[in-house]
């Protein structure tokens, strides 16, 4: 079983950065995608940026894009998720995810593995 560990939230103002990572205990496929979505007090939990493993190849939400980066390191079998320019609407519970297929266009219903989420707050 995967156990995916979240850390790097927090609270920061407007216009401020944080790393966000996210660390896979005991996976053992090769092939796979990882990502971020977020859930908004009262919102639907939404999709933020996704990885395939392997190739690197990103995706990302509209509304994210150009301003937050996704990444990973396979040395330690990291994944990253840098948001800069933060807006006071990226306030959120932040949880990181594994689907073993190679999707990139992420939901809920089709996510293998989910953490236990962390807190970005955005004060503006």
């Known amino acids: 079983q995967v156990r995916l560990v979240e850390s790097g939230g927090g609270l920061v103002q407007a216009g401020g950065s944080l790393r966000l990572s996210c660390a896979a205990v005991g996976r053992t496929f090769t092939s796979f995608t990882m990502g971020w979505f977020r859930q908004a007090p009262g919102k639907e939990r939404e999709f933020v940026a996704s990885?395939?493993?392997?190739?690197?190849?990103?995706y990302y939400a509209d509304s994210v894009k150009g301003r937050f980066t996704i990444s990973r390191t396979s040395t330690n079998d990291q994944m990253y998720l840098q948001m800069n320019s933060l807006k006071p609407e990226d306030t959120a519970v932040y949880y990181c995810v594994i689907d073993k297929s190679l999707r990139l266009v992420l939901t809920t219903t089709r996510v293998d593995f989910w953490g236990q989420g962390t807190q970005v707050t955005v004060s503006s």
């Open positions: 990885i395939r493993w392997n190739s690197g190849t990103t």
